[in-house]
């Protein structure tokens, strides 16, 4: 394994030797190869910060300081080619480490994963936040976003939230924490572990869905919209956090998360419009990041549930919905087997309840299916990817009126 390793690394470093000498110290950063840094950072005043940068450790990632926060490599940044063991040096200006990200390209093909000695099939971008370019990784990238997109939260603000996200029982290390080099530590071995496999599963997730985003848009690069797509894949990885995070602690194999993670996400919603739509939000500055579709927080018949013939579909959710979204089919119920059922839909706004209610008794002993349209969505437009359905019973329990008290005489 180790002969492999020096191999793999040497055909790395031949690579980038080519596109080094290739590029001419490039500008706009292309996520296909590798620039040249320019010699435009003052070296009289500068000074060094050094890291590593992992999913497993990544040899060949094109690390800089992202100074101008476009996410790309710009000609100027300081930058450097992550070595064996992910380490990386980057010759700044004093105090810059603490005013801007550190960011690593990770590039198809070229960076190589430690974890299993092979070039990563998929591009993606890491980050760490400003003042911690110590650690580098997937974990620490969502943490740096959280922090982007809700510019009140503090750093410990935003990792206890992507813990939360992440894990069902966060784990007491630190995201900044190499879980790497944890894993052998006595104490805390078991949770670093964890932390590895769902930073496995989080950079696989930032590679594809970036990939399919790309697609999606006609092979159109996406470069240009860094902040976009990053934004994006993020809330579209925390959203199924909860399913990583027990797939992690069930220890199940990190391929199978990611596989049943992926089918979660409809991918060709990942297009134009969802980005259009981000950036939207972008522009009015919000101060509480907010792109999750609304939620049913409580619904009158459960899945499964037994109810009488004459029940009424309600659904909470815990946001307002757009009254332009609510069509006569926002709630669709029909009986299994049989036809839809004809009804009525009522919306509360004040309750931000949505009510279907039948035009006719339901049939007695038989199975009723219900749909809510992914349709609905709150005022910025958010909705589901997909519809939400679960079926119900019905039984035959009207309790009749009570008998007139007559006087016999």
Same mark, same amino acid.
């Given at each position: ?25 490039g ?18 005043t ?23 926060g ?61 003042g ?52 052998? !530590? #006595? ?11 769902? $930073?496995?599963? *989080?950079a696989?997730?930032? =590679? /594809? ?86 939620q049913?927080?409580q ?16 659904? !909470? #959710?815990d ?10 089919? $926002?709630?669709? *119920?029909?009986?299994?087997? =049989? /036809? ?34 992914a349709?609905?969505?709150?005022h ?30």
């Amino acid at each position: 394994m180790k002969t492999f390793r020096i191999w793999g690394y040497a055909l790395n470093l031949a690579i980038m030797v080519f596109f080094l000498a290739a590029c001419d110290g490039g500008g706009g950063g292309s996520s296909s190869g590798i620039t040249q840094p320019s010699s435009a950072t003052p070296q009289a005043t500068a000074t060094t910060l050094s890291g590593t940068v992992a999913d497993g450790y990544l040899q060949g990632a094109r690390v800089f300081l992202d100074r101008n926060g476009n996410r790309q490599y710009d000609s100027g940044e300081p930058m450097a080619i992550s070595g064996e063991g992910g380490v990386f040096t980057l010759s700044i200006n004093p105090g810059e480490g603490d005013r801007y990200s550190v960011v690593a390209e990770v590039i198809a093909g070229i960076t190589i994963d430690e974890d299993n000695g092979l070039p990563v099939a998929d591009s993606y971008v890491l980050e760490a936040p400003p003042g911690r370019w110590q650690f580098v990784s997937p974990l620490s990238t969502l943490v740096t976003l959280k922090l982007q997109k809700n510019p009140a939260m503090t750093i410990g603000d935003a990792e206890v939230e992507v813990k939360r996200k992440l894990f069902g029982d966060p784990p007491a290390i630190s995201l900044a924490a190499d879980y790497i080099a944890l894993k052998a !530590d #006595f104490a805390y071995g078991d949770e670093a572990r964890r932390m590895h496999n769902a $930073a496995q599963v *989080v950079a696989s997730l930032m =590679g /594809s869905l970036r990939s399919e985003i790309s697609n999606n848009l006609a092979g159109a690069e996406v470069a240009d919209q860094q902040r976009l797509v990053a934004y994006l894949v993020s809330d579209e990885i925390l959203r199924r956090g909860n399913m990583i995070g027990s797939a992690v602690d069930k220890s199940v194999e990190v391929p199978t998360i990611i596989s049943v993670v992926k089918e979660e996400i409809d991918v060709q919603s990942l297009n134009r419009d969802r980005l259009d739509l981000y950036a939207a939000i972008i522009a009015q500055n919000p101060q509480v990041w907010d792109m999750e579709p609304p939620q049913i927080q409580q619904q009158s018949i459960a899945d499964g549930a037994v109810v009488a013939v004459d029940a009424v579909i309600s659904l !909470d #959710f815990d946001k307002a919905l757009d009254p332009a979204s609510i069509a006569t089919d $926002a709630i669709s *119920v029909r009986r299994v087997g =049989g /036809s839809a059922v004809p009804g009525v839909i009522n919306y509360n706004a004040s309750l931000k309840q949505l009510r279907f209610i039948p035009n006719q008794m339901l049939f007695t002993y038989s199975d009723y299916e219900v749909v809510v349209s992914a349709r609905l969505a709150d005022h910025f437009g958010n909705r589901s990817s997909r519809d939400s359905s679960w079926r119900f019973s019905t039984t035959f329990d009207l309790t009749p009126p009570p008998l007139a008290d007559i006087d016999p005489e």
